[in-house]
């Protein structure tokens, strides 16, 4: 049972325009969210994240809506630049709990020149 | 500082055998993580470490699994009689706190492949 689905496993975007992953869950006790990105052959790095009492977070060019009631959650890259091409991975946890992350499968974003 | 760290960054072995791999945290991080990734899949979590307390084991997909972790250090996760699919990239990330919010960091890694 996938509790935290990525339905694209692929972007391309052309470098300047706007990134928009995508980012779905089940779970109704996940309540904080985060995004890491993943270069080839290295771990994965955090990069933003959303608690669930907010609806967006913003950090320079990256910016987090959270969509409770619909259960949906985005990660906006503005402009977008050649070195954002990663694997995109989104998370979720419940706190409180054994905060084991749950993640979704990836999208691959390619940023095109 | 140094990030976590994993070895060995690959590991090929034969189907049947044990496997050891290892993790070190980032010092002063008092919680640990094992994930996967096998191809095509998100991350999936195994086990978690938090101090002294007993492990979170939830994760582990079978008891050819195990992991131990010597108090706030190194970790090692040993898989028994390898399968084929237990072929993986198996990530250790830590994290300075267990409950609450999760950013964890990452290891780099290893790649597990079984022949």
């Known amino acids: 049972d996938q509790q935290v689905k990525q339905n694209s496993p692929s972007l391309s975007v052309q470098e300047g325009r706007i990134s928009i992953l995508n980012c779905d869950y089940t779970?109704?006790?996940?309540?904080?969210f985060l995004w890491y990105k993943k270069y080839p052959a290295e771990g994965p790095t955090f990069l933003i994240s959303?608690?669930?009492?907010?609806d967006k977070n913003e950090d320079g060019r990256f910016t987090v809506f959270l969509n409770k009631s619909a259960k949906h959650l985005s990660l906006h890259i503005v402009p977008s630049q050649p070195g954002d091409s990663a694997v995109y991975f989104c998370?979720?946890?419940?706190?409180?709990?054994?905060?084991?992350?749950?993640f979704g499968t990836g999208t691959r974003l390619q940023v095109t020149l | 500082g140094a990030g976590v760290s994993q070895s060995p960054s690959n590991k090929v072995t034969e189907k049947g055998k044990d496997v050891e791999l290892r993790c070190d945290p980032i010092?002063?991080?008092?919680?640990l993580y094992w994930y996967r990734q096998r191809l095509g899949q998100g991350l999936e979590f195994l086990i978690y470490?938090?101090?002294?307390?007993?492990?979170?084991k939830s994760g582990l997909p079978s008891d050819r699994f195990s992991a131990e972790r010597t108090g706030e250090s190194v970790s090692t996760l040993t898989i028994q009689r390898t399968q084929q699919e237990d072929s993986a990239v198996y990530l250790c990330?830590?994290?300075?706190?267990?409950?609450?919010?999760?950013?964890?960091?990452f290891g780099p890694g290893t790649r597990l492949t079984v022949t």
């Open positions: 990330a830590s994290s300075y706190r267990g409950l609450g919010a999760g950013e964890q960091y």
């Open positions: 959303i608690s669930s009492i907010k």
């Open positions: 779970n109704s006790m996940f309540d904080y």
């Open positions: 998370a979720a946890i419940t706190t409180g709990t054994a905060s084991k992350l749950t």
């Open positions: 470490f938090q101090g002294n307390s007993a492990p979170d």
């Open positions: 010092s002063g991080h008092t919680a």
